[in-house]
């Protein structure tokens, strides 16, 4: 039995070039799988195992509420998915403007940035009443240059953010996750 084919190609080479794609593809750096944080409707998409802890957070300046948040890091960007439920309803417009102030804090920029167009993305969850994106280049506490997309949203008396932060993004990275948010 002849080893090579047609072209002098040798068999085995073929079959290297057609499985190691396949094979390189079971160990990808992203290893998407949906979360269903316990207590709240919501789904997302994470890279990668998430951690889970629960603080409690003054999101608005207010009596402190329950903050759940479910975190990983993968290809060198961290995700976090974190959501709180609050007492009252009219509390949710504070609520989203703290955390989008305290999002740009935690890159080392001006909280009051927030308000600012420029640091604004067209973001939509499904099944959201409301949601605003944001995104800014900001510094770690290392003093390197990090980026931070978010969006935080809100149903109901229920508040929400998913933010990605690291260095050099990938746009099909970022779609996957803010594209998996879904609040049915």
Known sequence: M???????????????WCVLPILSACNPTFN?????????PLQALM???PESA??????????????????????????????AELDDEARVS?????????SLAAVRLDPSRGDDPTT?????????????GLMAQGSDHQGRAVQ??????AR??????????????SDEVTATFFEGLKLP
């Open 2 to 16: 002849s080893l090579a084919v047609p072209g002098g190609t040798p068999r085995w080479s073929l079959f290297a």
């Open 32 to 40: 998407w799988r949906e979360l269903r944080p316990e207590g709240s």
């Open 47 to 49: 890279p990668c195992k």
């Open 54 to 83: 629960a603080r409690p957070v003054p999101l608005d300046g207010r009596a402190p509420v329950e903050l759940h948040m479910h975190s990983c890091d993968a290809g060198g960007l961290t995700f976090a998915v974190a959501w």
């Open 94 to 102: 504070g609520a989203l403007t703290g955390w989008r102030r305290a």
């Open 120 to 132: 604004r993305w067209n973001a939509a969850v499904p099944g959201a009443t409301q949601a605003q």
């Open 148 to 153: 931070v997309r978010a969006v935080h949203f």
């Open 156 to 169: 109901g008396a229920q508040v929400f953010q998913a933010a990605v932060y690291g260095q050099g993004m």
